[in-house]
């Protein structure tokens, strides 16, 4: 693996000058607060990035027991041919995990959601959970690969107004892991306020992939 030089976190600081595409967000505005840090990638071996240490390509009613061991519970009759859903509890918040399949009914992809509590002011006690899931991921696959904490004018870093920023569209604030055997793991806070963390297989690329060209054709 090609490593640049030096060794540690480099802080870039950005000026961008557009905002999200008219209609899908807020309008061009200059860029305030943008922190973005890419740190050296560490030497993960051939380990895997799993969810819930369940194995890629499980199919998907083992996944359930296996998930059922571990607190979460399937919510009835939401099964479908690619995805299996299911409720629980992490970090005594209440949380969806939704599962992606292949067409063989195999696990490819996972989606924790630790969805925000109803109420204002509720970005303090949803940055720990994002800053403790952080760490977790952290002990387990070592530095990010890629870390954002980005803020569109009005708003800024640390002007405690970041929950409003989320709200409207103004804050993007991600962490992002991947191993040498391809798969990967962002953990973000969404515009909900919600911590969402997204796991892909390397196997989730190659089927997206397939998916797309069948779409192709099929036009």
Known sequence: MNRGPGIGTLLLALALGSAPASGAGPPAARDS?????????????????????????????????????????????????????????????????????????RVIRWQLTVQAPNGDDVYAGQRKIFDDMVAEMKSKYGPRRRAEERYHFPYARDDGREELALRQGYATIRSEWKSRTGDRV??????????????????????DAQRRRVRTRDL
Do not use: Q
Request: hydrophobic residues 30%; aromatic residues 6%; charged residues 35%.
């Open 33 to 105: 607060g943008t922190r973005v840090r890419l740190e050296p990638v560490p030497e993960p071996g051939d380990r895997r990035i799993l969810f819930a240490e369940i194995p890629w390509n499980t199919p998907d009613s083992t996944a359930l027991v296996l998930l059922s061991s571990r607190g979460y519970t399937e919510v009835k009759g939401s099964r479908e041919k690619l995805s299996i859903h299911c409720r629980g509890k992490r970090f005594d918040r209440f949380c969806t995990v939704d599962g992606g399949l292949d067409d063989s009914s």
């Open 186 to 207: 962002t953990v973000e806070m969404d515009h909900s306020v919600s911590v969402v963390v997204r796991y892909d297989s390397k196997e989730s690329d190659r089927i």
